[in-house]
């Protein structure tokens, strides 16, 4: 990984303060030398993988190159294969290829729920994202300090998913989840760190617990909505081991049905808090097992939803 230091100049760019990691790049707060804008550099590490960051002892904001809190969830490395799909770890050589990757996706994305890439550098080879900087706290923040959640946020995230997805401009997100939405203190969310994806060597990265069937379309999305309003409702996951066994493979056999079935026997949020809306356990209820249950109806149930509250 890059070795930034507070104080230190990049290209311009002088580091002021570390902002966060995740599986797979390490972002830090920078001011223009002249201009002094503020903006977010993001760096790669030099091997990618959820399972390699460490965890800190206790659960904290605090932000620190040395690990994360253990309520986080870095994303993994996911190879779609003949066999089957294989989550493993990204070499230096492959880090650097899926941040050129996201670079060439977040500059064809233009909306203003989706974080801005501003320029991309390189830096003794290795490739730099320079974002905007958005001041806020993450929705895993709000849930951690038990914030009051706004539905609304979400509504604002599946628009701005519909819309870019109708302009040819990101198809699919692929790793929704509390870590990578912000909330500014205006009450507006911004959608971070879309899925890293080369498609042409059909891998991707995502967190398996907010897409435990590794789904590489918008249905992924969807289901971590759903996954994540249970989260904020039960103060727990819908699911213990992820992904799901049959992950990535042609749906079709018995065995693949049976094992579905299971899979998709969680606890229905009321059970876990009986104060639980039955309109909203119905939604969450299609987010995670209707197939076909897409943006377009989330949207639709959550205006609904949302103007009967």
């Not at 580091?15 to 790669?44: C, D, P, W």
């Not at 941040?99 to 977040?106: F, K, M, N, Q």
């Not at 701005?160 to 929704?176: E, F, N, P, R, V």
Request: charged fraction near 25%.
């Amino acid at each position: 990984m890059m070795k930034l230091a507070v104080g230190e100049i990049v290209q311009g760019y002088r580091i002021t303060r570390f902002l966060g990691r995740g599986g797979f790049a390490s972002v830090y707060l920078a001011q223009h030398e002249e201009t002094g804008n503020k903006v977010a550099l993001k760096v790669g590490a030099s091997a990618g993988g959820g399972r390699q960051v460490t965890r800190l002892l206790e659960v904290t904001s605090r932000r620190t190159p040395e690990g994360i809190s253990p309520d986080e969830l870095p994303a993994e490395a996911v190879f779609f294969e003949p066999r089957g799909v294989r989550i493993d770890l990204f070499d230096e050589q492959e880090v650097h290829a899926m941040l050129r990757a996201e670079g060439d996706l977040l500059a064809g994305c233009q909306h203003d729920n989706v974080v801005t890439l501003l320029d991309r550098l390189t830096v003794d080879g290795n490739p730099v994202l320079v974002m905007e900087y958005v001041r806020g706290k993450t929705l895993r923040e709000k849930i951690r300090s038990l914030e009051g959640i706004h539905l609304n946020w979400f509504l604002a995230v599946v628009r701005a998913l519909l819309a870019t997805k109708q302009s040819g401009a990101l198809d699919y997100h692929g790793d929704l989840k509390p870590e990578n939405l912000i909330v500014k203190p205006s009450g507006k969310v911004v959608i971070l760190d879309p899925a890293m994806r080369l498609p042409e060597r059909r891998i991707v990265t995502t967190t398996p617990h907010y897409n435990p069937m590794l789904l590489t379309d918008s249905k992924a999305d969807v289901m971590a909505i759903g996954i994540m309003i249970y989260e904020i409702l039960t103060g727990t996951l819908p699911f213990d081991e992820v992904p799901w066994e049959f992950a990535g493979q042609q749906s079709g056999g018995e065995t693949q049905r049976l094992s579905l079935s299971y899979f998709f026997s969680y606890s229905p949020p009321h059970v876990l808090n009986p104060k639980t809306p039955e309109e909203l356990e119905r939604i969450i209820y299609r987010c995670i097992t209707v197939p076909t249950y897409g943006l377009d109806e989330l949207k639709t149930d959550l205006e609904t939803f949302i103007s009967k509250a």
